[in-house]
């Protein structure tokens, strides 16, 4: 072998050496600034926060999305993604869940209905039932579900039960056929309000009840019209 040639693998050797000595100190450099992005995803914004600034990166928020699935205020998406290495100071950007939003119940009992709407409307809840019930307190709100201090997710909605005017039921007696004064007698002693029509009906004795717009032995309400038919001919 020649002295040409020992030279030059000479040098092709130190070369080779030299190109591995320093590719071997940039990746031991690479690697020792190298961070695995951690898996925020579920994780409350807080304490994504907190873990992603503890490896030495940084945070944003990119925008809220809303998702009817997701709590409020959970990461849904992270970009770079989890467990990639990235350098330190590298920020992760994430996407944070609006909602449903958790709402306070409002308390609610001994107001007017008219009140009780409007403070659902400024939380945003909606009002899914309203039932009526005979009270001694009317148009004002007598119990509620779900309960004041209770959380509830803003589209679930409340049931509030309103109180309204008691009303007196009767029992319709049976008035057919029977003398008209027998009849108006009983039903003002009952407290039955009522209402008389004059029909001729030549046919049937006079001064007795032809008909009555409620059926006998049926239930009716104070506010129902009880129409008495009597015939006065004859």
Request: net charge positive.
């Amino acid at each position: 072998m020649n002295l040409g040639k020992i030279i030059l693998y000479s040098i092709a050797f130190v070369a080779v050496f030299i190109l591995s000595v320093f590719v071997s100190i940039n990746v031991f450099i690479k690697e020792e600034g190298t961070i695995a992005v951690p898996d925020v995803r579920g994780r409350d914004a807080v304490e994504a926060r907190r873990m992603i600034e503890q490896k030495g990166l940084g945070f944003t928020i990119a925008r809220y999305e809303k998702r009817k699935d997701v709590q409020y205020n959970r990461v849904i998406m992270q970009r770079p993604e989890a467990l990639l290495p990235v350098r330190k100071g590298r920020t992760v950007t994430v996407v944070v869940s609006e909602g449903p939003l958790a709402v306070s119940i409002p308390m609610l009992l001994d107001h007017s209905l008219a009140y009780a709407e409007k403070v659902l409307k400024e939380r945003s809840l909606q009002l899914k039932a309203t039932l009526n019930v005979p009270d001694g307190v009317v148009d004002r709100v007598v119990a509620q579900l779900p309960r004041s201090g209770e959380n509830i997710v803003d589209e679930e909605g409340m049931t509030l039960v309103v109180g309204e005017k008691r009303k007196r039921y009767f029992l319709m007696p049976v008035v057919q056929g029977k003398k008209y004064q027998t009849v108006i007698n009983e039903l003002d002693r009952l407290g039955i309000p009522f209402r008389i029509t004059n029909v001729a009906r030549p046919d049937l004795p006079a001064h007795v009840i032809v008909d009555a717009s409620v059926p006998p032995r049926t239930f009716f309400n104070e506010d129902d019209t009880l129409e008495i038919k009597v015939n006065l001919g004859g």
